[in-house]
């Protein structure tokens, strides 16, 4: 098991490694001493981990409750915020106990929102069942739920006590999320992490599927949290360096939203990546071999390096992005593999990037 330790305005642990979810109730004592739990799910994942997760804590010692939702993005939401908020509050929860968050990106931030507001705020744990969530969502504090406004408009910057990230409950992973995650693996490569970048060409895919016996997935995940974690520790609040993380995140986001987010973050993502490195080699801002690459790395994974939208249909989306001020926004270029920058843009110049990204 690798543990890796985050530094920002909380200290906590993530802790990756196989199997290492058998070690929850141990690993939450170490934090929390005695404390009620409530296991936050949605009810697929409830159904596969949820009762282990919950005798686990219990065999520690742990009083346990469960809040299980229904799957999906749209769940992200005040309705489901509220619901928990009012179990949490019926079955008269304190500021001692704590909220574990079972799950994806969509678990992690409906839960952490909780926990961030709850009684002004009470300890959470991430304990993330997708590739996604384990590389990105579940650490460094982004908590959130989406408004009809907006994705991901009403949140807290709230840090878990701790993540617990077990490779082996990624192996029941259906494909096209392990996919998805993979977008993000590829963004951690191409904006910091060349030799990340060089092993994800050197290896097979189907060779990740099942890799949770040799480590390799391990690895890679481990990578991805070490450099989330000099971004975290640096810019905490997310005003500078952390920006970086967005590679691929603002022409993604448009993709998204024009999509009615049917098309998952990740394969949304995987296209910004190669619409702004595409623009980007035509402004002189990207090597030709750098913008290959990435096009190259996406596509091997089973990932777009395109989207069917327009660009009429993706700017309304890019322009309400939290990431624009006004009428001015910092777009993430990867210049060479394993170094990105920000490029300032007007919102009106935004159509001329993605036409020279290839957007029609
Ligand atoms: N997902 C990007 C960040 O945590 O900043």
Not at 146 to 161: I, M, R, T, V, Y
Not at 166 to 177: A, F, G, I, K
Not at 247 to 273: D, K, L, N, R
Request: charged residues 25%; hydrophobic residues 40%.
């Amino acid at each position: 098991m690798k543990r890796i330790r985050i530094d920002a305005s909380k200290s906590y642990t993530v802790a990756v490694g196989s199997g290492c979810a058998a070690e929850t109730g141990r690993e939450l004592k170490a934090v929390t001493g005695n404390a009620r739990v409530m296991v936050v799910s949605d009810d697929n994942v409830y159904a596969l981990y949820g009762k282990q997760v919950r005798r686990d804590l219990e065999t520690a010692g742990f009083g346990t409750s469960g809040f299980v939702f229904p799957h999906g993005e749209e769940h992200k939401n005040l309705e489901t915020y509220g619901k928990l908020l009012e179990q949490l509050c019926a079955e008269n929860f304190g500021r001692s106990d704590l909220i574990l968050a079972l799950g994806g990106g969509v678990t992690g931030d409906l839960a952490g929102f909780a926990a961030a507001t709850y009684q002004r705020g009470i300890r959470f744990a991430q304990m993330p069942t997708t590739l996604l969530a384990a590389v990105d969502a579940s650490v460094g504090g982004k908590t959130a739920v989406d408004l009809k406004g907006g994705k991901n408009q009403a949140g807290a910057f709230c840090q878990p006590s701790l993540v617990l990230c077990d490779t082996e409950l990624m192996r029941t992973l259906p494909e096209e999320e392990f996919r998805a995650g993979m977008a993000e693996v590829i963004k951690y490569g191409a904006i910091g992490d060349s030799g990340l970048f060089k092993l994800l060409e050197e290896t097979e895919p189907e060779t990740l599927r099942t890799a949770g016996a040799n480590g390799l997935l391990e690895d890679i995940i481990a990578r991805c949290v070490e450099q989330k974690k000099i971004f975290v520790q640096q810019d905490e609040f997310d005003n500078g360096a952390r920006m970086l993380l967005n590679f691929g995140h603002t022409f993604g986001h448009g993709i998204e939203g024009a999509s009615g987010y049917q098309v998952p973050h990740g394969f949304a993502v995987a296209a910004g990546m190669c619409i702004i490195s595409r623009a980007a080699e035509k402004r002189g801002l990207c090597g030709s071999q750098t913008r290959k690459r990435i096009e190259t790395l996406v596509k091997k994974y089973g990932l777009p390096a395109e989207t069917g939208f327009k660009t009429e249909q993706l700017l309304p989306f890019i322009a309400s992005d939290k990431k624009v001020k006004g009428c001015h926004v910092k777009l993430v270029v990867t210049g060479r593999i394993g170094h990105a920058g920000l490029v300032p843009a007007n919102v009106a110049e935004l159509a001329d990037w993605l036409h020279d990204g290839g957007v029609e």
